[in-house]
C-alpha cells in the first residue's frame, strides 16, 4: 500500500516537472526574429501616418 503512494507520488512529481519544463517560454535565450509585420500591424502604421 505505501510503495503504491508512494510510486504514485513520484510520478506525479515527475510527470508535473517535465510539464513545467516542457512548457516552459524558449524565447528568453534565442535571439529575436525579424518577422514581417502583419496585415494589421501595417494598416494602424498606415493610419497613425495619415493622422500626423
Do not use: R
Not at 516537472?17 to 498606415?46: H, I, K, R, V, W
Amino acid at each position: 500500500m505505501n510503495l503504491k503512494k508512494l510510486s504514485l507520488g513520484a510520478f506525479t512529481v515527475i510527470l508535473s516537472t517535465g510539464l513545467l519544463f516542457g512548457c516552459a517560454d524558449e524565447d528568453q535565450d534565442s535571439e529575436p526574429t525579424n518577422e514581417e509585420p502583419t496585415e494589421e500591424q501595417q494598416e494602424n502604421e498606415s493610419d497613425e501616418e495619415k493622422e500626423e
